[in-house]
């Protein structure tokens, strides 16, 4: 078993277009993990995605964005890679997460495994499609907070049970989604806080947020600017490459070629 934790860590990739490549994070037959307080920002494929058997995992206080380096494939978050992906596993709770600007789909989207939704922050107006659920999964949603202008909140297709408690707030619905199948509960005790506190405390202290006012010794220091061609550069796969690398490459969310 894994157990491991990986916390206070920002993630940033080149940004999603229109290419396939790496997750900033992928776990993979990983089980027993807590991704706590981490930031993630412009992946290249999905900004951390969970599949192939992983299990027991949490996924709490983090941020999912992208910028305007994006402008393809803005899938944050999907657990379970195809239809066939194998029952039993992929049980994973999602709370107190924000997804933000420029997310599009995935929040999470899921095949099979049962996801627990817990008082999660909305406020990506750019979405067409924020949860999910699909073949063979279960959901339960609580207390979660869907802003004024998220107005693609929820699809499901194929999933075995969908639980949308009653403590859910839609700015932009007076109603909640139905329900389906039976009631889908989690094997662990646990408080669901008031809706109503979710922006407040999710946008204050959700991301790479932790041990913030640690000082470092460094009294004074330079502003640094980058140029252009002092950006990271990056392959079709994501890799980072270096400056004599031949080819297509991605270098701020743009494709050019390298001679």
């Known amino acids: 078993e894994m157990n491991i934790i990986i916390r206070n860590i920002t993630f940033v990739g080149p940004g999603s277009i229109d290419v396939g490549g790496n997750d900033l994070l992928s776990f993979t037959k990983a089980k027993n993990c807590w991704v706590d307080h981490c930031t993630f920002i412009d992946g ?8 192939k058997s992983s299990d027991f995992n949490t996924v709490s206080w983090c941020t999912f964005s992208y910028t305007d380096r994006s402008y393809m494939h803005q899938n944050t978050n999907l657990i379970g890679s195809s239809d066939s992906e194998a029952t039993g596993y992929l ?7 924000w997804w933000g600007t420029g997310c599009k ?50 699809s499901q297709s194929g999933a075995t049970a969908v639980t949308w408690q009653t403590d859910n707030f839609i700015a932009e619905s007076k109603t909640l989604p139905a329900s389906l199948g039976s009631t889908v509960t989690v094997p662990y005790t646990y408080t669901v806080a008031a809706y109503s506190d979710v922006p407040g405390v999710v946008q204050s202290y959700a991301g790479a947020t932790l041990f ?24 079709l796969t994501g ?19 390298k001679h």
């Not at 980072?240 to 494709?255: F, H």
């Open 44 to 51: 290249m494929d999905g900004n951390f995605d969970i599949t």
């Open 91 to 97: 049980n994973t709770t999602f709370a107190f997460n």
């Open 105 to 154: 789909q995935r929040m999470p989207m899921a095949r099979v495994g049962k996801i627990h939704m817990l008082n999660n922050y909305f406020s990506c107006t750019t979405a067409s499609n924020c949860i999910n659920p699909r073949k063979n999964s279960e959901f339960l949603i609580e207390g979660n907070y869907f802003e004024s202008g998220v107005k693609k909140w929820y």
């Open 212 to 235: 913030s006012d640690i000082h470092t010794g460094i009294d004074n220091s330079a502003s640094f600017h980058e140029s252009t061609a002092e950006f990271p550069t990056y392959s």
């Open 239 to 257: 890799q980072r490459v270096c400056n004599s690398y031949k080819g297509i490459v991605i270098v701020n969310g743009k494709k050019y070629i």
